[in-house]
């Protein structure tokens, strides 16, 4: 099956189709072709590819259509492997696993077809592939319009969490693994990343494998202009989780309470207000990527 979002990457999707439908057909006698129109659509597209009869699942779009795409294999008796043409803002999946972002490039991994099995995230009945994140920064990515998105790429989440430093109120946060208390205190910001590419920043949290069955958990407990100075380099080296303004565990399941009504971001959406639990379900779906990962 071959999903495609029409108006992901500025239109592009459409213009690689020929070419993506005779990659599939070396392989399969036959190719169904799937369009999204609105929301849920690619959702629904995955799960149905998931009645027995489908091999393989390309999808064609940006963030929001991979992710949707995971939400309808997730925990899936017979789900299909999984490959994606990267046509988003970020494109934080595809970075971590080392796919083109050069659509003729992506297309290419068809014809090797080497799979890797990777962890996928579950909070509630929502699946992930790259980070939750709770605070006022990770809520400004709210505030980022399609055309900021179109112009700045990546950066305009950059921007515009730099902004949220105006507003710079801790949190009371409690943190649970396995009914456990492993974290209670003041935060500005709490990040669990399942990949090492987070906001296109490929080395934010250096220490995680697509393939560890593990959260990576970074904690905030420090925010001002001058300690920030020290703080953006760690983030750009890798070195975040030795940053002393950061608390960093490894986890394989969380639950996070607060006095303070918050939202949890999940994959740059908003997602539930706090309490929430998440687990890593590993090896979950098995992905089409280069032969190095």
Do not use: W
């Not at 072709?33 to 009869?53: L, P, Q």
């Not at 490039?105 to 709770?134: C, I, P, S, W």
């Not at 319009?145 to 946060?173: N, V």
Request: hydrophobic letters at 40%; proline letters at 4%; glycine letters at 8%.
């Amino acid at each position: 099956m071959l999903i495609i979002n029409p108006s992901s990457g500025k239109e592009k999707a459409m213009q690689y189709e020929e070419q993506a439908v005779a990659l599939l057909g070396k392989r399969h006698e036959q190719v169904v072709i799937k369009y999204t129109e609105k929301e849920g659509d690619a959702t629904e597209f995955a799960a149905a590819a998931c009645d027995g009869t489908y091999q393989t699942l390309l999808a064609m779009g940006g963030d929001g259509t991979i992710n949707e795409c995971i939400n309808g294999l997730a925990e899936k008796s017979q789900k299909p492997d999984f490959a994606f043409v990267p046509l988003g803002t970020v494109n934080d999946f595809a970075r971590a696993l080392n796919i083109p972002r050069k659509p003729e490039q992506a297309l290419a991994l068809l014809e090797e077809y080497h799979t890797k099995a990777v962890d996928v995230g579950k909070l509630g009945n929502r699946y992930f592939m790259n980070v939750l994140a709770v605070g006022v920064i990770a809520e400004a990515v709210y505030d980022v319009t399609p055309e900021e998105k179109s112009k700045y790429g990546h950066f305009a989440y950059l921007m515009e969490g730099a902004k949220a430093f105006r507003d710079k109120t801790p949190f009371g946060i409690r943190i649970h693994s396995d009914e456990k208390e492993v974290y209670g205190g003041k935060a500005y910001m709490l990040l669990v990343a399942l990949t090492n590419s987070v906001a296109g920043l490929e080395k934010f949290a250096d220490l995680a494998e697509v393939d560890d069955h593990l959260f990576h958990v970074f904690i905030l407990e420090e925010l001002s202009i001058p300690k920030a100075v020290k703080l953006i380099p760690d983030i750009i080296k890798g070195n975040l989780a030795s940053n002393e303004q950061v608390a960093y565990f490894q986890l394989s399941n969380i639950s996070v309470a607060s006095d303070t009504e918050l939202v949890v971001n999940i994959d740059g959406d908003e997602g539930e207000p706090l309490p929430f639990t998440a687990e890593v379900l590993p090896g979950e779906i098995n992905v089409i990527v280069p032969k190095e990962v």
